[in-house]
């Protein structure tokens, strides 16, 4: 099963830009779909991003289109959500996941990561 560790998250400043990245334990084949979701607390878990790894198709939650993307290293096995223009609402733990169904249902992912914190203040 593959293992995922997200990594970059810290305390930023509204506006500022920030990498999040996820290592995946082993190569990803071609159906695997990785996806960014985020949990603010007292709030359920929501869709962020979403990729096939084979041939992109992003997708984006309507709240973050335009400031957020999603993008791989294929050689390295590693994902990353790159979040620009920060507000203080994308405050959360932002976690990496991994399914075969392109989905924005957290329920439909197999695997993830223990989740990587963002906090962005005024």
């Known amino acids: 099963q593959m293992q995922l560790e997200e990594s970059g998250g810290r305390s930023v400043q509204v506006g500022d830009s920030l990498r999040l990245s996820c290592a995946a334990s082993?190569?990803?084949?071609?159906?695997?779909?990785f996806g960014w979701f985020r949990q603010a607390p007292g709030k359920e878990r929501e869709f962020v991003a979403l990729?096939?790894?084979?041939?992109?198709?992003?997708l984006y939650a309507d709240s973050v289109k335009g400031r957020f993307t999603i993008s791989r290293d294929n050689p390295k096995n590693m994902l990353y959500l790159q979040m620009e223009r920060l507000k203080s609402e994308d405050t959360a733990v932002y976690y990496c996941?991994?399914?075969?169904?392109?989905?924005?249902?957290?329920?439909?992912?197999?695997?993830w990561g223990e989740g990587t914190q963002v906090t962005v203040s005024s």
């Open positions: 990729m096939r790894w084979r041939a992109g198709s992003n």
């Open positions: 082993v190569r990803p084949f071609s159906r695997s779909v």
């Open positions: 996941a991994h399914g075969t169904e392109y989905t924005t249902n957290p329920h439909d992912f197999g695997s």
